[in-house]
């Protein structure tokens, strides 16, 4: 069973877990680069500004910065057809504030889309994956009107300045994490998310649906504009998928999943069909949030409606009326026990790709690019490199539920990148050990080390994945 010819066989990355170099070329401060290392069983730390005696992961990260071209020729050397990787908002209009972008930002980032284009490899570009300028956070993120305005002035700025260059564009990482959650590890992604304090906001529930909204707005500003600027552009939006399963045979557990899903597919409802859902603006009636849709903003929707969907996809979930003792699942329900976890806590649920994107392409009938899929772990690095059979073992499987989906369902996919081809700081935990890479980097969680890349055992055999186009995994 092949996939399409040109299928995006790709590899994902962020400039605020890779870039480094906070400091250069004219770089102001973003949300993430006050975000302090973490671990599994320890909270990121979200400071007011760089403080003596903690370490920020971001202010080094594993210095992309620096070394894109090597880092480029390993990703050519992989075989991509496609690297997925932010622009950092604060490199290009420091405080969000200036009236003209730096110019130092802009060309780097010139750079790197030639030195892709040198080996062929397409770019996808994520405008905003979590790098909001500090002081745009500071002045209220997206609860603040003007924050539109300034977003809509940087993706103009970019959409002008790579015309030609980029033509697949990501308008946002993750707008779903921008929700309200009942847990502190899932509160704590949501500040970096929406860029807000949330233990400064008076009313976190109201701030965070307005910041929805604003995200909303400024998306489909920027898919009208992007259109405008060049009618090549393909340009969508990313919202972390996570399948739900009932956790019995018990009706109340169906309905439950229905309602977990409101949580997040009010987004998608937006993106993809253009309107915002009564289901959502009922719900926040009765908890007392006022979200005003206009006609302007639902004639907005409608016009600013994605090209594509970016599907991030890591775990499924468990959704249940009532808890019956089960633990807490990763953003979303509860752990399925009939599925193993990793050291960090995810389901390992290669059937629920599959799910996913036959859910998705029955309810949104957009195509779908698979802008994440996979396993952070704890490689040992012995002699030089990583035997990492387990990776090989997750992507495979995960591949065969991704070509399933395509043949046997008619799912409608234009690629799949991994997440990530070269070891990078995790941005949930601040780690470097929870490694994702087929490229291992020298940096242990403290940033000590050589910062060398090592090609692991499963860099050879998603090269021949790609060389294959899937054929032989």
């Known amino acids: ?29 973003n949300i993430m680069d006050v975000a302090t290392s973490g671990s599994r069983i320890r909270l990121r730390e979200i400071t007011e500004t760089i403080e003596e005696g903690k370490y920020y992961p971001s202010v080094k990260a594993i210095d992309f910065y620096h070394n894109y071209k090597e880092d480029i020729r390993l990703l050519a050397e992989l075989g991509l057809k496609s690297f997925r990787m932010s622009i950092d908002w604060a490199r290009i209009y420091p405080t969000g504030y200036e009236a003209e972008p730096n110019r130092e930002g802009l060309q780097f980032y010139q750079n790197v889309f030639d030195e892709l284009h040198k080996y062929h490899i397409e770019p996808l570009v994520t405008i905003c994956h979590l790098e909001m300028p500090l002081e745009i956070s500071r002045q209220g993120a997206w609860t603040n009107p003007h ?48 860029g807000l304090k949330l233990n400064a906001v008076d009313n976190p529930e109201q701030a965070l649906a307005a910041s929805c909204y604003s995200v909303l707005k400024a998306s489909a500003k920027a898919v009208i504009m992007g259109h405008q600027i060049d009618p090549e552009n393909k340009i969508g939006c990313v919202l972390a998928f996570v399948p739900l399963y009932s956790a019995t045979n018990c009706p109340e557990d169906s309905l439950a999943v229905i309602h977990d899903y409101d949580r997040d597919l009010f987004l998608l409802d937006v993106l993809c069909h253009g309107y915002f859902p009564k289901y959502k603006i009922n719900e926040y009636e009765k908890k007392g949030i006022h979200i005003q849709v206009t006609e302007e903003d639902n004639a907005l929707f ?30 979303h329900g509860y752990r399925n026990p009939s599925l193993k976890t990793n050291a960090w806590g995810w389901e390992d649920d290669p059937v629920g790709l599959r799910y996913a994107l036959n859910y998705v392409d029955r309810r949104y ?60 700081v995790s ?43 899937g054929e032989e995994l």
């Open 302 to 331: 409608q016009k600013g409606t994605v090209d594509f969907y970016g599907m991030n996809y890591y775990s499924s979930g468990m959704s249940a009326a009532e808890n019956r003792g089960y633990a807490n699942g990763f953003f």
């Open 427 to 469: 941005a949930s935990t601040g780690e470097m050990s929870k490694r994702y890479g087929f490229v291992y980097v020298d940096l242990d969680d403290e940033g000590n080390g050589t910062n060398k890349r090592y090609k692991k055992k499963s860099f050879d055999w998603y090269k021949h994945v790609i060389e294959t186009n």
């Open 1 to 29: 069973m092949k996939l399409q010819e040109n299928f995006l066989w790709g590899g994902g990355s962020a400039a605020c877990q890779c870039e480094g170099a906070i400091y250069e070329g004219g770089k102001g401060l």
């Open 147 to 194: 924050t539109i305005e300034m977003y809509e002035k940087y993706c103009r700025t970019l959409f002008t300045e790579y015309k030609g260059k980029v033509k697949y564009w990501l308008t946002f990482n993750e707008i779903n994490h921008s929700v309200f959650y009942d847990n502190d590890d899932c509160m704590v992604y949501s500040y970096m998310a929406s």
């Open 365 to 424: 009938h957009k195509p779908i690019i698979i802008t994440e899929n996979g396993l952070g772990c704890a490689d040992e690095f012995i002699n030089g490199t990583v035997i990492d059979d387990y990776r090989i073992q997750y992507f495979r499987e995960h591949i065969e539920q991704l070509i399933k989906a395509v043949h046997e369902d008619g799912v409608t996919c234009w690629g799949y990148y991994t997440w990530a081809p070269i070891d990078l």
